[in-house]
């Protein structure tokens, strides 16, 4: 049985610019990966990258249903009425939820050096940069997500009600000024888990998924989208 948490040898799809460009590798899970597995997976070639023994990489997969809590996660807003299993994360944010039907993407950086116009040691402009490659993603399938003041993520307004839905999280972790954790996309989860918890902690706004605005589309076209989307925010 393939183990859906190894990391591939074999960098494809990445461009090298001279001696100080890394490569970044792409791997697909074809299982949902337990998050303790993830985690631990993630640990460890974060520390690679940092010991320059490994190259970037961007991990797609999906995982069981579960909920993780960020750094800034409040007790309350966690209700859990179907027992799933919760996780602390480290990341930063509040309370995520995770399962079936939902691309995550892990994306392991080396911030010390620049990617296309991102500078490095630049927090914010990374966040910034995962936000426009998740907008930019979003709009191959004929669809606006957007920013809102105050709030994480990307959002799209519901057709129906006009109201704003949160489609795409991220929350991000650095370690030496190594990337992990990352963002993830509804395509077609099921959206009554949400209701486990406040999701990101705002109460006043739901969910949706592409499916939930009727773009019906899988997986596999998902990550060619974000693979196509990629360069022109991280080079």
Not at 8 to 22: C, L, M, N, Q, Y
Not at 141 to 147: A, H, M, P, Y
Not at 222 to 232: E, N, T
């Amino acid at each position: 049985m393939t183990d859906p948490t190894a990391m591939p040898t074999d960098p494809r799809g990445s461009r090298g610019e001279g001696a100080a460009e890394r490569r970044v590798c792409w791997q697909t899970a074809t299982a949902p990966v337990p998050y303790p597995d993830a985690i631990a997976a993630m640990r460890t070639h974060v520390a690679a990258i940092r010991a320059a023994e490994a190259p970037e990489r961007v991990w797609l997969l999906e995982h069981p249903p579960l909920f993780t809590a960020g750094t800034s996660a409040r007790p309350e807003d966690l209700f859990n009425p179907r027992g799933f299993p919760t996780y602390e994360a480290g990341r930063g944010g509040q309370w995520t939820y995770h399962g079936p039907g939902q691309r995550v993407a892990y994306v392991m950086l080396d911030l010390q050096r620049p990617h296309a116009a991102l500078p490095p040691r630049d927090v914010r402009a990374f966040v910034a940069a995962l936000e426009s490659w998740l907008i930019r993603t979003l709009a191959e399938f004929g669809v606006r997500g957007e920013l809102r003041a105050g709030r994480v993520g990307v959002w799209v307004v519901d057709p129906a009600t006009g109201g704003d839905r949160k489609i795409a999280a991220l929350g991000v972790r650095l370690t030496r000024w190594v990337s992990w954790h990352g963002v993830s996309l509804n395509i077609d989860p099921d959206l009554d888990h949400f209701d486990g918890i406040v999701p990101c902690g705002i109460r006043e706004h739901g969910v949706t998924s592409l499916h939930a605005l009727g773009v019906r589309v899988g997986a596999d076209e998902v990550d060619q989208a974000l693979r196509r989307s990629w360069s022109a925010c991280f080079g």
